[in-house]
């Protein structure tokens, strides 16, 4: 369960699956290469209390600019 969003879609089911847990060292940026394989469903992706840095869209490079989560959409 997500502690600082309601859940999307439906109840949340704190024991569904274990948690996805990586290990990052402070000060240092980590870049995460974001794809959506969904053939219908846009994803929200975000890292609770943690801004992200958008540098890239569809492999090409942008202006950065933060934000609290970033879309991705189907496809």
């Not at 699956?17 to 990586?22: R, S, T």
Request: hydrophobic letters at 35%; one cysteine or more; glycine letters at 2%.
């Amino acid at each position: 369960c997500l502690p600082l969003r309601t859940s999307y879609f439906s109840e949340c089911q704190p024991m569904a699956h274990d948690l996805d847990e990586f290990h990052c060292h402070n000060g240092k940026y980590v870049r995460l290469r974001l794809i959506n394989a969904a053939s219908s469903t846009p994803l929200r992706f975000w890292i609770d209390q943690h801004p992200l840095l958008r540098v890239a869209r569809d492999s090409l490079p942008i202006e950065p600019y933060e934000k609290s989560y970033i879309a991705i959409p189907a496809g």
